[in-house]
Each structure stands twice: as structure tokens, then as C-alpha cells.
């Protein structure tokens, strides 16, 4: 549902959604990702990164969510841990580390 209604341009409604099923799962991975992903689209960007890492403490393992993390570090102006998505990323994804390594380089 949450997902949708992000689809849908709804952010404020997929957000309430998002944190209404971490209530009842804190470990739904998928929430803090997409919960995560609402944030950033509020330009709450900061909330979003402590989202994505929380997803990443349960599930290190998703390429998806190191990508959102590097992104929202680029936007916040963190190059170091940005650069340290991309490391993990490389091993994990080599596509999704280059679509970070782009924005990486035209950050400088």
C-alpha cells in the first residue's frame, strides 16, 4: 500500500504508512527502505540516511539500499562515506556501483 501511494505522489500519506507497519514489524526491511526513499523525497534527507542504515543493520546483504545510502550521502556532501557505499557496492553490484560512481564524480 505504502509503495503505491509513493507511486501515487502521496509522500506524506506512503510515509505514514511506512512508519504504521514499523510499529508492528521494526525489522521490515522493506519499510525502512521505502520509508527511507519517502524521506528523501520530503528532502529529509538525514532522517533517510538514519532509515537506510537501520534497514542495512537487519540486511546488509541489499545492493538497493547501500545505492540509497550512497546517493543520500552525495546529497548531504558526505564523499567519504559515500565513497565507502560505492567500495561495498562494487563487490556486491558492479552496475549499481557505477550509477553511484557517477554522481560521485560530478560531486567534487
Given at each position: 500500500?505504502?509503495?503505491?501511494?509513493?507511486?501515487?505522489g502521496?509522500?506524506?500519506?506512503?510515509?505514514?504508512?511506512?512508519?504504521?507497519?514499523?510499529?508492528?514489524?521494526?525489522?521490515?526491511?522493506?519499510?525502512?527502505?521505502?520509508?527511507g526513499?519517502a524521506?528523501?523525497?520530503?528532502?529529509?534527507?538525514?532522517?533517510?540516511?538514519?532509515?537506510?542504515?537501520?534497514?542495512?543493520?537487519?540486511?546488509p546483504?541489499?545492493?538497493?539500499?547501500?545505492?540509497?545510502?550512497?546517493?543520500?550521502?552525495?546529497m548531504?556532501?558526505?564523499?567519504?562515506?559515500?565513497?565507502?557505499?560505492?567500495?561495498?557496492?562494487?563487490?556486491?553490484?558492479?552496475?549499481?556501483?557505477?550509477?553511484?560512481?557517477?554522481?560521485?564524480?560530478?560531486?567534487?
Amino acid at each position: 500500500m505504502a509503495s503505491c501511494l509513493l507511486e501515487e505522489g502521496k509522500v506524506a500519506e506512503a510515509i505514514a504508512h511506512y512508519g504504521e507497519a514499523l510499529l508492528w514489524k521494526p525489522d521490515y526491511t522493506v519499510a525502512r527502505y521505502g520509508l527511507g526513499n519517502a524521506l528523501i523525497r520530503q528532502g529529509r534527507v538525514q532522517e533517510a540516511i538514519t532509515e537506510f542504515t537501520e534497514a542495512l543493520k537487519i540486511r546488509p546483504d541489499v545492493a538497493e539500499v547501500h545505492l540509497a545510502l550512497g546517493l543520500a550521502y552525495v546529497m548531504t556532501g558526505n564523499r567519504k562515506l559515500a565513497r565507502e557505499e560505492y567500495d561495498l557496492l562494487k563487490k556486491m553490484n558492479p552496475a549499481m556501483a557505477s550509477i553511484l560512481s557517477e554522481k560521485l564524480s560530478k560531486w567534487r
